[in-house]
Nanobody
Framework: QVQLVESGGGLVQAGGSLRLSCAAS????????MGWFRQAPGKEREFVAR????????AYADFAKGRFTISRDNAKNTVYLQMNSLTPEDTAVYYC?????????WGRGTQVTVSS
């Protein structure tokens, strides 16, 4: 079993920053990628960023490049998403994702609201 627990969401003003955390437990050795997706009201879930669990290579959605940074702490089995220069368009529920190559695991999400 795999559990992903997000934290760090909240309300922030435009231009502000938030750092999301995703603590993983269970069959972590099976992870290939860990990353973040988001879903805004009335929209489909979209990719934000991901990184190789072993090796650390990263990938970002175009809207995240230059503003968001994904990182990990292997000792804590935790992945982070540092989000800077937030805009109201970043308002969404942010979900942690673990991809084993065969199966995707998801957290329950954390709400990020950016006020103008």
């Amino acid at each position: 079993q795999v559990q992903l627990v997000e934290s760090g969401g909240g309300l922030v003003q435009a231009g502000g920053s938030l750092r999301l955390s995703c603590a993983a437990s269970g069959r972590i050795f099976s992870f290939y990628f860990m990353g973040w997706f988001r879903q805004a009201p009335g929209k489909e879930r979209e990719f934000v960023a991901r990184m190789r669990w072993n090796g650390g290579s990263t990938a970002y959605a175009d809207f995240a490049k230059g503003r968001f940074t994904i990182s990990r702490d292997n000792a804590k089995n935790t992945v982070y998403l540092q989000m800077n220069s937030l805009t109201p368009e970043d308002t969404a529920v942010y979900y942690c994702n673990a991809d084993t190559g065969l199966y995707d695991y998801w957290g329950r999400g954390t709400q990020v609201t950016v006020s103008s």
